[in-house]
Nanobody
Framework: QVQLVESGGGLVQAGGSLSLSCAAS????????MGWFRQAPGKEREFVVA????????YYADSVKGRFTISRDNAKNTVTLQMNSLKPEDTGVYYC????????????????WGQGTQVTVSS
């Protein structure tokens, strides 16, 4: 079964930056429409950002607009999330997913998930 692997999480102070990457464990699996979600302790997984297969379309949660940027390199089969001006409320486990359904903002639209990477923003 194809797995997605996230990397790049860590601990950063408020106002700092982190870059997360997501790649498929099987290089023959072509990642299509992709998304990043996050989950804080005691909360449900929430939508952060999504990108289409071509990269032409991107969608951001209001809470991260202007601070986060998603990009992809189809030659390397990877998706990157650049996070700037981080806030303590950005803390959580970040998951990348491969979207199979229609609604980019729904967890249920994603058929494959990574194991998650922890992002902690201290105040």
């Amino acid at each position: 079964q194809v797995q997605l692997v996230e990397s790049g999480g860590g601990l950063v102070q408020a106002g700092g930056s982190l870059s997360l990457s997501c790649a498929a464990s099987d290089p023959t699996f072509r990642v299509g429409d992709m998304g990043w979600f996050r989950q804080a302790p005691g909360k449900e997984r929430e939508f952060v950002v999504a990108i289409s297969w071509t990269g032409d379309n991107t969608y951001y949660a209001d809470s991260v607009k202007g601070r986060f940027t998603i990009s992809r390199d189809n030659a390397k089969n990877t998706v990157t999330l650049q996070m700037n001006s981080l806030k303590p409320e950005d803390t959580g486990v970040y998951y990348c997913g491969a979207r199979l359904g229609t609604d980019y903002y729904r967890v249920s639209s994603y058929g494959y998930w990574g194991q998650g990477t922890q992002v902690t923003v201290s105040s």
